[in-house]
């Protein structure tokens, strides 16, 4: 079993910036790749950004250029600094591990970008 916890979430105004924590806990040897999902309301859950192990990154088209994601493998952590924040970012952010063919999730937690 993967437990993942997020942590960093919040309210921003247009144009700011915020810095999302994912911790991994239990089995978290091979876990691969590890990512960030986000759903608005009334909007299915989507792809924001994957990491996998070698550095390959990936992006969905609307955060490219603001988004970066991360991993500390010492610290069992993916990140995702999202700059240049626009309110349709609005969502609930989801941390995802992927180990052995399973899927683990966070709880999620809420972006808010709004003036």
């Known amino acids: 079993q993967v437990r993942l916890v997020e942590s960093g979430g919040g309210l921003v105004q247009p144009g700011g910036s915020l810095r999302l924590s994912c911790a991994a806990a239990?089995?978290?040897?091979?876990?691969?790749?590890m990512g960030w999902y986000r759903q608005a309301p009334g909007h299915a859950r989507e792809l924001v950004a994957t990491f996998r192990s070698g550095g390959t990154t990936n992006y969905t088209d609307s955060v490219k250029g603001r988004f970066i994601i991360s991993r500390d493998y010492s610290k069992n952590t993916v990140y995702l600094h999202m700059n240049n924040l626009k309110p349709e970012d609005t969502a609930v952010y989801y941390c995802?591990?992927?180990?052995?063919?399973?899927?683990?999730w966070g709880r999620g937690t809420q972006v808010t970008v709004s003036s």
């Open positions: 239990g089995a978290v040897v091979s876990i691969n790749p």
């Open positions: 995802n591990a992927n180990r052995q063919g399973s899927n683990y």
